[in-house]
């Protein structure tokens, strides 16, 4: 469904590209499916990258997509989060904890028609953007700061035990 999401948004803005991080059994299946939808120019698969490099697609990109069917709350929403990429995730555990309506979007899973939609509204309006950007750069430097997830925990043992 990502890709029938990718091809409503460039049908309204062929200047955009999708950026496919990552490896998996799919791939085959995903490039029949890009061409079909006569996207295969606008979609870049560039397999699994080095984590240095993830981080600067993130950072470079306008948004970032995390279309998961069953996923919980992945490593790589954290980090589209602290890059200040503005997020639009599957609503499913977990992304749904993190993911609120000031940091990002959410869409139903394998709704390509409201994923398509979730996108176009924030990259058609600069100013909104901005703001997930920014809202999910301090999300990731408050909620996730590490020293103080730290000493919940060591707070939480100390009154367990």
Same mark, same amino acid.
């Given at each position: 469904?990502?890709?029938?999401?990718?091809?409503?948004?460039?049908?309204?803005?062929?200047?955009?590209?999708?950026?496919?991080?990552? !490896?998996?059994?799919?791939?085959?299946?995903?490039?029949?499916?890009?061409?079909?939808?006569?996207?295969?120019?606008?979609? @870049?698969?560039?397999?699994?990258?080095?984590?240095?490099?993830?981080?600067?697609?993130?950072? @470079?990109?306008?948004?970032?997509?995390?279309?998961?069917?069953?996923?919980?709350?992945?490593?790589?929403?954290?980090?589209?989060?602290?890059?200040?990429?503005?997020?639009?995730?599957?609503?499913?555990?977990?992304?749904?904890?993190?993911?609120?309506?000031?940091?990002?979007?959410?869409?139903?899973?394998?709704?390509?028609?409201?994923?398509? !939609?979730?996108?176009?509204?924030?990259?058609?309006?600069?100013?909104?953007?901005?703001?997930?950007?920014?809202?999910?750069?301090?999300?990731?430097?408050?909620?996730?700061?590490?020293?103080?997830?730290?000493?919940?925990?060591?707070?939480?043992?100390?009154?367990?035990?």
């Amino acid at each position: 469904f990502l890709l029938d999401a990718a091809a409503q948004v460039l049908a309204r803005h062929p200047e955009y590209s999708v950026v496919i991080l990552g !490896e998996g059994p799919e791939e085959p299946s995903l490039r029949d499916q890009a061409s079909r939808l006569g996207i295969e120019r606008s979609v @870049r698969f560039l397999g699994f990258q080095p984590q240095h490099i993830v981080r600067e697609w993130m950072q @470079r990109a306008q948004i970032f997509v995390l279309p998961s069917v069953e996923e919980g709350q992945g490593v790589v929403l954290l980090e589209a989060l602290a890059s200040g990429t503005p997020v639009v995730g599957s609503d499913v555990d977990g992304i749904a904890e993190v993911i609120t309506p000031a940091v990002g979007r959410l869409f139903p899973v394998g709704d390509s028609a409201a994923l398509a !939609e979730r996108v176009l509204e924030v990259i058609e309006d600069e100013a909104l953007r901005q703001q997930l950007a920014a809202a999910a750069r301090r999300r990731a430097e408050t909620a996730y700061d590490w020293d103080r997830l730290a000493l919940e925990y060591i707070t939480l043992y100390g009154q367990v035990s």
